[in-house]
Structure formats: C-alpha cells, structure tokens
C-alpha cells in the first residue's frame, strides 16, 4: 500500500528543545514537502524537495530545517522550537496524481 | 480526532441532498487544480483533478467544474452521505510551481 509515514503522531515540547519529525514514503517519488495548517489559515509550504539532497523554502520556512539524504525519507527539524511552532504538520508526496499526504504530526510547544 | 480549520465556512446540507463547493483561485496561469477531503484526525485526501483544458470532469458520486474566466473552481458531490462531512479545499498549480492550497470548507452532513 502506497503510505508516507509520519512519526510522532503527537509531540509536547518545551521551548528550545530541539526535536525531528520524521516522515518516509514506499512510492519512489522525487517530491516531497512538508506543510504546516493552522486555524483558517490552510495549508503553508515549510520546505519541499524535489530530489535526494535537493531542497527549497516554501512559503514558511523559517525556524525550521530539512534535509534529504535519502529518496525515501525527509525529515522535518526545529532546533529551537517556540510557542508560534505549535501547529498541525503533514509532511506529503507528489506524484502523477497530486500529493498523497501523511496522518499528520501534532506539535505542541509550550 | 484532530480539528484542522476551526474558522472555516461551513457548508450544511441534508442527507441524500447534492452539496456544491465553491473555491475561487487566484493564478491565471494555474493550469492544474485537485480537490482534497480531509477528515478528522487524517491528512487529507485526493477526490478528483482537473486540467485547464477541461470544463467538467465526472468522478463517481463528484463532479469538478472549472469557469477559467471567472477563476472558480466548484465541487458537486451527489446524494451526500454522512461519510461525506468532512473538510474540503482546493489546490492549484500554476505551471511550473508548487501547489497552493485554498484555507477549505467544512461539509456538515444533517440526518
């Protein structure tokens, strides 16, 4: 079955401590994204990837990192986290038929 | 489950009735556009795509009709079942760039 994994489902930090949010897709794809959805604001673009060790700022990128060693895999890392990081996170893959999204992380930092 | 859009408008229609939503895209130069559901606690989920070329495009139970003109994209969903209450939002590419995703619409599914 086609999935992208995203682990942890759910996560309370405290300021400052540095965290990763990992995601891993089985489809092959080249594109991977990570997103960030708040209240009434939708979907946001942190970072995308458009191949292994290829990455771009989407439209919110700061306070955050990526990296993509690997195909099948790209992370999602705050190193300092703060309050305005609390938010739903999905990272997603895009293939011929749109994004296919992950379950989602919920980060809470307090 | 998780609440994803807490101030979303609110679309709320009778079971077995037809639901209509509405987006309005903002690029002219987007020629490709998907609609998502979003359910509670899920990430959300592909329903149907459009190209630019087309006008209507038929899935089963969902219909996407594109106005280029007027840049509206709608979805129909017939006989709306409770399974359908979920969040719906559309998503736009403009050649060549990332996707943009529009803020969504809540379907509430009344017995």
């Known amino acids: 079955e086609a999935q992208v994994t995203q682990n942890p489902r759910y996560l309370i930090t405290v300021t400052g401590k540095k965290l990763t949010v990992t995601c891993s897709q089985n489809m092959n794809h080249e594109y991977m994204s990570w997103y960030r959805q708040d209240p009434g604001l939708g979907l946001r673009q942190i970072y995308y990837?458009?191949?292994?060790?290829?990455?771009d700022k989407g439209d919110v990128p700061e306070g955050y990192k990526v990296s993509r060693k690997e195909k099948r895999n790209f992370p999602l890392i705050l190193e300092s986290p703060s309050p305005n990081q609390t938010s739903l996170y999905f990272c997603a893959t895009m293939g011929g038929d749109g994004y296919t999204f992950g379950s989602g992380t919920r980060l809470t930092v307090v | 489950g998780e609440s994803v859009g807490l101030h979303l408008p609110t679309l709320s229609v009778q079971e077995g009735d037809n639901s209509i939503i509405n987006c309005a895209y903002s690029n002219s130069a987007s020629d490709y556009f998907i609609w998502y559901k979003q359910e509670s606690g899920k990430g959300p989920q592909f329903i149907i795509d459009i190209r630019s070329n087309m006008d209507k495009r038929q899935g089963q139970r969902v219909t996407v009709l594109l106005n280029k003109t007027v840049k509206h994209l709608s979805l129909q969903i017939a006989a709306t079942q409770p399974g359908d209450s979920a969040v719906y939002f559309c998503?736009?590419?403009?050649?060549?760039?990332?996707?943009?995703f529009g803020p969504g619409t809540r379907l509430s599914v009344l017995p």
């Open positions: 990837s458009m191949n292994v060790e290829v990455t």
């Open positions: 998503a736009e590419n403009p050649y060549g760039q990332n996707f943009v």
